[in-house]
């Protein structure tokens, strides 16, 4: 059973930057593309970036190009999103899964931009 342990919850104001990490547990990792994804009250859950299984090509939603660079340590079945210059719009529980969010989403972790 595959389990996605989310962490890298912040309240952060305008401009500031947060790391999040999502370890994953259940799967062979290092065969499965990955990516983020962020649901905000009232949305729905929306794509924000994936990322290769060896982890050379990297893909990302309009709304975060330039600003979020996501990364994977295979070695520690993790997945990074590294989040700069975070704005209002942001705001959000963020979530990992495979690239086409087909399995088990886990309980996500919380970032809120606000001044």
């Known amino acids: 059973q595959v389990q996605f342990v989310e962490s890298g919850v912040g309240l952060v104001q305008p401009g500031s930057s947060l790391r999040l990490s999502c370890t994953t547990l259940g799967i062979p990792f290092g065969d499965y593309a990955m990516a983020w994804y962020r649901q905000a009250p009232r949305n729905q859950r929306e794509f924000v970036a994936s990322?290769?299984?060896?982890?050379?090509?990297?893909g990302y939603a309009d709304s975060v190009k330039g600003r979020f660079t996501i990364s994977r340590d295979n070695a520690k079945n993790t997945v990074y999103l590294q989040m700069n210059s975070l704005r209002p719009e942001d705001t959000a529980a963020y979530y990992c899964?495979?690239?086409?969010?087909?399995?088990?989403w886990g309980q996500g972790t919380q970032v809120t931009v606000s001044s």
């Open positions: 899964n495979d690239r086409y969010g087909l399995l088990e």
């Open positions: 990322i290769s299984p060896g982890g050379s090509t990297t």
